[in-house]
């Protein structure tokens, strides 16, 4: 998940614990915090891609597309 945000400009910040911090200067700065396990919850990963949508001011499909492909 911390490599497919690199499409967006994030960069991991920090880690505390089992989660990533992850931090994009891109339209202003902007954080996102994302668990490191092997899987993510459905629900984890629709938050994240939510929150990315919102910032970066495109739709939840086209992040999800840039993020794993068509």
Known sequence: MARALGAFGY????QT???????????????VTIPRHDALRVGTLAAVIAEVAAHAHLTRDEVASRMFGD
């Not at 960069?11 to 920090?14: L, N, Y």
């Open 11 to 14: 960069v991991v910040t920090r």
């Open 17 to 31: 614990g089992s989660h990533l911090r992850l931090t994009t200067p891109a339209g202003g700065e902007h954080h």
